[in-house]
């Protein structure tokens, strides 16, 4: 079983739909929990961390579930510019010392 | 601006030539990491370093050095490249304490043939 699961998709979705990820962790120890973004052979940049009561940034909503081992994110709204691979990254610490990322989930959103 | 440099951006190269890849970083951050992408596998860690001559082995080191001499300074060296190690790199950062976010440099593109 892989440390961290993500469907890659693709999810196509039309503009102002709301659509979810979720992404599953394997190790019960992991602290940290973060959703990066990743534009067509760009770097990482970091979309949102995700807190054990839940948050949220503008149209975007991140859940953990410790107990099932899972975190999600929300879209709501969607617009063209997210079109994007989003990745789950879990970390056994805040300091990142054992980190591992999902293979990313691609979304298109369609006009 | 605050930013994480990687050189060079695209490299061809033949199996066994010797290669270094430098990764610098203008925000005084501890740790400093180098990762691998590739389709299906996405991001691997490769090493990383908690501060300076501090190094460490991440999830598929194998075929790679490192060195952190100085903090702002972190090169990932393929001693003998051979073709299984044709992918995108990617260099990040961050400050060692809190839940920060960590910054990519723009990535390597390696090719060796």
């Known amino acids: 079983r892989k440390e961290v699961e993500q469907d890659p998709g693709p999810f196509n979705v039309p503009e102002g739909a709301t659509v979810a990820f979720n992404c599953t962790y394997s190790?019960?120890?992991?602290?940290?929990f973060f959703w990066y973004r990743q534009d067509c052979r760009k770097e990482p940049k970091l979309l949102m961390s995700?807190?054990?009561s839940g948050n949220e940034d503008g149209r975007f909503t991140a859940q953990l579930n410790r107990a099932s081992q899972y975190i999600s994110l929300l879209i709501r709204d969607s617009k063209l510019s997210d079109s994007a691979t989003y990745l789950c990254?879990?970390?056994?610490?805040?300091?990142?010392?054992?980190?591992?990322f999902g293979i990313g989930t691609k979304l298109q959103v369609i006009p | 601006e605050a930013q994480v440099t990687q050189n060079p951006r695209y490299l061809i190269t033949v199996t066994g030539k010797k290669l270094t890849v430098t990764c610098s970083q203008n925000?005084?951050?501890?740790?400093m990491s180098w990762y691998r992408q590739d389709p299906g596998l996405g991001l691997r860690q490769i090493y990383y370093?908690?501060?300076?001559?501090?190094?460490d082995k991440g999830d598929v080191p194998e075929g790679y050095k490192v060195s952190r001499k100085e903090k702002r300074n972190f090169p990932l060296i393929l001693e003998s490249p051979s073709p299984n190690q044709t992918s995108l790199y990617f260099c990040?950062?961050?400050?060692?304490?809190?839940?920060?976010?960590?910054?990519f440099g723009q990535g390597t593109r390696l090719t060796v043939v």
């Open positions: 990040a950062s961050k400050p060692l304490a809190g839940n920060t976010e960590a910054f």
């Open positions: 190790n019960s120890a992991s602290q940290s």
């Open positions: 995700v807190y054990s």
């Open positions: 990254v879990v970390a056994l610490s805040g300091g990142y010392q054992k980190v591992t």
């Open positions: 925000m005084n951050h501890e740790y």
């Open positions: 370093s908690m501060n300076v001559e501090v190094t």
